[in-house]
């Protein structure tokens, strides 16, 4: 079965940066697509970074555009999210995320309950 492990969260101060990791195994076809996804205390989660394997197509939610980037090693299966000049609006729980019925060439952040497979979570906390 796939499984997704992430790491690399932790707790900066504003400005800070950090690079989380998911790990994917546990299945044989390739990957369409991945994405990062997150959820603040207690509201939703939401869309924070995807990309599409056909193109290496990426799509940001806006209010990390400029500031984070998303990244696949299709050879070690990591997908990783590099996340600069963080703030503390960016402190939530940070999950990884394969495949919500996409194509490899698709676009666009989808809503999450379309999203068939998660990571754990892992928590990020950027204080002021």
């Known amino acids: 079965q796939v499984q997704l492990v992430e790491s690399g969260g932790g707790s900066v101060e504003a400005g800070g940066s950090l690079t989380l990791s998911c790990t994917a195994s546990g299945y044989t076809d390739s990957v369409h697509c991945m994405g990062w996804f997150r959820q603040p205390p207690g509201k939703e989660r939401e869309g924070v970074a995807v990309?599409?394997?056909?193109?290496?197509?990426?799509d940001y939610n806006d209010s990390v555009s400029g500031r984070f980037t998303i990244s696949l090693d299709y050879a070690k299966n990591i997908l990783y999210l590099q996340m600069n000049n963080l703030k503390p609006e960016d402190t939530a729980m940070y999950y990884c995320a394969r495949d919500w019925g996409c194509s490899a060439y698709g676009q666009g952040i989808p809503w999450p309950g379309d999203v068939n497979y998660w990571g754990q979570g892992t928590q990020v906390t950027v204080s002021s």
């Open positions: 990309i599409y394997a056909g193109r290496d197509t990426t």
